[in-house]
Nanobody
Framework: QVQLVESGGGSVQAGGSLRLSCAAS????????AYWHRQAPGKQRELVAT???????KYADSVKGRFTISRDNAKNTVSLQMNSLKTEDTAAYYC??????????WGQGTQVTVSS
């Protein structure tokens, strides 16, 4: 069983920055595509950023130019650097790893609160 542990959430003022990290217990971590999702109260879960096994990244339009996803395969970690935070970025953020059709693992989530 793969375990994902997120850290780095917290409260910040608009315009500030936070860096989220996700540590994975998975062997063969480099073979997983990694995702960050978020869910705000009363809203559907939203895919924020993706990084492929070869480092190709994709972002939701709402965070392009502000967020950066990265991975360190030697340390089994995936990170999300969030800059120029807005109040609408307030949400619980979840790390997710997928490989093939059956391997799909989620972290417990970390809260990000951005105040004006």
């Amino acid at each position: 069983q793969v375990q994902l542990v997120e850290s780095g959430g917290g409260s910040v003022q608009a315009g500030g920055s936070l860096r989220l990290s996700c540590a994975a217990s998975a062997s063969g971590f480099s073979g997983y595509t990694a995702y960050w999702h978020r869910q705000a109260p009363g809203k559907q879960r939203e895919l924020v950023a993706t990084i492929s096994t070869v480092g190709i990244t994709k972002y939701a339009d709402s965070v392009k130019g502000r967020f950066t996803i990265s991975r360190d395969n030697a340390k089994n970690t995936v990170s999300l650097q969030m800059n120029s935070l807005k109040t609408e970025d307030t949400a619980a953020y979840y790390c997710n790893l997928k490989r093939g059709f059956t391997a799909n693992y989620w972290g417990q989530g970390t809260q990000v609160t951005v105040s004006s």
